[in-house]
């Protein structure tokens, strides 16, 4: 009787290793997505006075939306100036996101009880959605694999939304 363990053939270790590798990497990057999801302490003369994420931040927003259309990771964030809301969905991808803002901006464009005045501008060179709805000026655009939304006062919306902007 032999005292050695059975052998394992190489091709099963180098694919079990394969295997471990692109886990490791998949979930390395959903958490660095997750993680460096972040909303700017300042944002023109408004300070972030209230952060909303997690589950709390999916229900504001799906109940906002009356479905669930939420990807994984959302952020709200309140500033002092105002009035400002921001709010941040991280997609898997930039064209998830792109995605999102494209029905979005068909929705409100083909007419929405809730927003009007919808067109497309710029936002230091930035493509974004402008509608104005609720009281306030919205600006919505995508950057990389997220898909913001600016809510705030006219006096002030438009210089918070191109200070977001530049913040990315």
């Known amino acids: 009787m032999s005292d050695e363990s059975p052998k394992i053939p190489p091709l099963v270790w180098k694919s079990a290793i394969v295997v471990a590798v692109i886990a490791a990497i998949s979930v390395y990057f ?17 300070q972030l006075v209230q952060l909303i ?8 927003l799906n109940r906002m939306h009356d479905k669930e259309v939420t990807p994984a990771t959302n952020l709200i964030g309140v500033y002092t100036s105002g009035n ?13 996101a792109q995605k999102a803002y494209t029905k979005m901006a068909r929705s409100i464009e083909k007419g929405n009880p809730l927003f009007t ?3 497309v501008t710029q936002l230091g060179g930035v493509e974004a959605s402008f509608c104005y ?4 000026d ?7 694999d997220r898909l913001y939304w600016l809510a705030a006062d006219q006096p002030v919306a438009e210089k918070m939304s191109l ?6």
Do not use: C, M, W
Request: glycine share 6%.
């Open 138 to 144: 919205h600006y919505f655009f995508v950057y990389k």
């Open 117 to 119: 005045d919808y067109r």
């Open 30 to 46: 959903y958490f660095l997505s997750s993680a460096s999801a972040n909303l700017p302490q300042q944002l023109g003369d408004g």
């Open 84 to 96: 400002t809301v921001v709010y941040l969905s991280v997609y898997r991808s930039r064209r998830d």
């Open 133 to 136: 709805g609720q009281e306030q």
């Open 53 to 60: 994420d997690g589950e709390r931040a999916n229900e504001i």
């Open 163 to 168: 200070a977001l902007v530049e913040s990315l």
